[in-house]
């Protein structure tokens, strides 16, 4: 969770503290040395209050289970990521990954090991995406990857990787985890977000029954 709405808060009334104080000892003779009893109430409730909107804000962007981003905010930021890559004139690849065979899962060990899973998977995937890469979790066992500055060759890498590292998590959980995958490339493939994610998730879909095949 980000700190900004406390650090906001408690700066602005650290500046009003002091130049409340400095008109006080300048037009008041107000000694310097006074304690700020006042001003050290008002610290305490800008903290809370700034620790409130912090929390409203990771809620509307985050994933409470998972930590990753929501749909809402990637919605919300697409354009400006799409622009960003224009103006490069550089690719964007958006991967969508779905747990297999998770209702089974959830059916046979329950939710509680269900939502570990997810948790579990979540982590590797942050520790294998880049540093301007963002995870979302789309639903359910579904996340997607927007990956700017991304082609094929990218995604591939990433993806074997990730597949090495589900076969330890496993051995952890003492039980089968592995993911199907597929992805779409901006501009080749769309030019929007909605029929990126389309086409990504309809090769992931190809993936899993070849997988089963």
């Not at 804000?57 to 929501?70: A, H, I, P, Q, V």
């Amino acid at each position: 969770m980000e700190y900004t709405g406390r650090i906001t808060s408690v700066m602005i009334i650290v500046i009003a503290i002091l130049v409340m104080r400095i008109y006080a000892y300048i037009y008041l003779d107000y000694p310097l040395t006074a304690p700020p009893v006042i001003g050290v109430v008002f610290l305490f409730i800008a903290f809370w209050a700034g620790k409130q909107y912090d929390k409203v804000k990771f809620f509307s962007e985050k994933d409470s289970l998972t930590g990753c981003y929501n749909r809402r905010f990637i919605y919300k930021s697409f354009p400006s990521i799409l622009a960003k890559v224009k103006q490069k004139n550089e690719n964007l690849s958006i991967v969508v990954l779905d747990c297999n065979n998770f209702k089974t899962i959830n059916d046979k060990y329950g939710h509680v090991k269900g939502d570990r899973i997810l948790q579990e998977i979540s982590t590797l995937l942050l520790t294998h995406i880049r540093n301007n890469d963002i995870l979302v979790r789309w639903g359910g066992d579904e996340f997607l990857i927007i990956a700017p500055c991304a082609d094929r060759e990218n995604i591939n890498v990433m993806i074997n990787r990730l597949e090495d590292e589900l076969q330890e998590l496993s051995e952890k959980m003492q039980m089968q985890i592995t993911i199907s995958s597929g992805f779409a490339t901006y501009p080749r493939d769309a030019q929007n977000i909605d029929d990126l994610i389309q086409i990504a998730d309809h090769n992931m879909y190809l993936h899993k029954h070849k997988s089963r095949g």
